[in-house]
């Protein structure tokens, strides 16, 4: 597994501070990971929050995030937002061993704990049951606590505007039941992004929303990003394999050939227990989708039976209507002829 990180951090960026009066946390670094389906614009997304260019995305670029990389900005108070792009790790075509490698790579990446996910949909893109799978997936994975640092940003604010709709009113034509449990899961916690803005002060207003976001996630956290037993074993074996470092470069006594064979163990130590994590992610991952198939099949099955039910009312009620209007029709006729022969009667 490659450990480089690509890093960059851009001084001039001028974005609003995280710590603000009463919701104000400690200093320092914030890390927020982007999840999503290829083609939403995470890495765009990304782009907007760091003020450049740093992922590759489609819109600019054909080389689409292969892997996942972590990139940085500083705040106009000093404070530094990590973001870290990851490929489409929970894309129905996305092998289990590739996405196992790449979540031991962002949990690599956000050392010290992750303070908000973005979940980023795009509202020029139907919103799929791969896109439900991948909250439920997540869930799978991390615990139902990983819902609590959930955001879900929006992109396409650009296709809205054009069409002089607000979020609220996409939402409330657009919006599949599905997105709805998403959206009441992490307490609507949502903003709208416009990606292709060339304008500095829209983009630094819904970057600034989104940060009012992330402090709110972290307000609510009780200042504590999330980790779990992964991360702690990730985190542990990066202490452990930096030390061992250290130790080898203080050694006297031995040669150059020497300390170099001693590095490569300890590197080669290291990958190991990194493949090791990814492999119990991968087998988790696994059993996560296989009970995430049979539950959205059941889900699937259950819709249907439904819309036939429905379907079959519908046609009840169509056919009893049709009978009841062909008896109106015969009282009608009947009183009609009943009419024409009363009129015709002497007697009266």
Do not use: W
């Not at 074993?233 to 300390?259: N, P």
């Amino acid at each position: 597994m490659d450990g480089s990180v690509d890093v960059v951090i851009n001084d001039d960026t001028k974005l609003p501070s995280l710590s603000s009066g009463k919701q104000s946390v400690a200093s320092g670094e914030r890390t927020v990971v982007l999840v999503g389906r290829t083609g939403n614009e995470k890495s765009a997304t990304g782009n907007s929050i760091l003020g450049r260019r740093a992922f590759k995305s489609r819109a600019s670029s054909s080389g689409v995030t292969k892997t996942t990389e972590l990139q940085r900005t500083e705040l106009k108070d000093g404070q530094i937002i990590n973001v870290i792009d990851t490929p489409g790790l929970f894309d129905f075509s996305a092998e289990s061993e590739f996405v196992g490698k790449e979540i031991v790579k962002c949990i690599k990446l956000a050392e010290d704990g992750i303070h908000a996910i973005l979940v980023v949909f795009s509202v020029t893109n139907r919103f799929s049951q791969e896109e439900e799978a991948a909250i439920l997936t997540l869930q799978s994975l991390f615990g139902r606590k990983i819902i609590d640092y959930l955001i879900v940003v929006f992109t396409g604010g650009d296709a809205l505007e054009e069409n002089e709709e607000t979020l609220e009113e996409y939402l409330g034509r657009e919006c599949p039941d599905p997105l709805k449990n998403i959206l009441a899961l992490c307490e609507n916690r949502r903003v709208l992004f416009d990606n292709k803005t060339k304008d500095e002060t829209k983009r630094a207003k819904q970057v600034g929303e989104l940060l009012s976001l992330v402090n709110r996630v972290i307000a609510q956290n009780g200042g504590q990003p999330y980790t779990d037993e992964i991360f702690a074993k990730v985190k542990k074996g990066a202490m452990k394999h930096h030390e061992q470092q250290v130790e080898v470069d203080s050694l006297k006594g031995y040669s150059k050939r020497e300390i170099t064979e001693l590095k490569a163990e300890i590197e080669r130590s290291y990958e190991d227990q990194l493949k090791k994590i990814s492999k119990m992610l991968e087998l988790k991952l696994i059993e996560a989708t296989r009970k995430l198939e049979k539950q959205l099949m059941e889900e699937q099955a259950a819709r249907l039976k439904l819309e036939l039910g429905a379907q079959d009312a519908q046609g009840k009620s169509n056919e009893e209507i049709r009978r009841l209007n062909e008896n109106l029709h015969r009282a009608n006729m009947e009183n009609k002829r009943l009419r024409e022969r009363l009129e015709k009667c002497p007697i009266l």
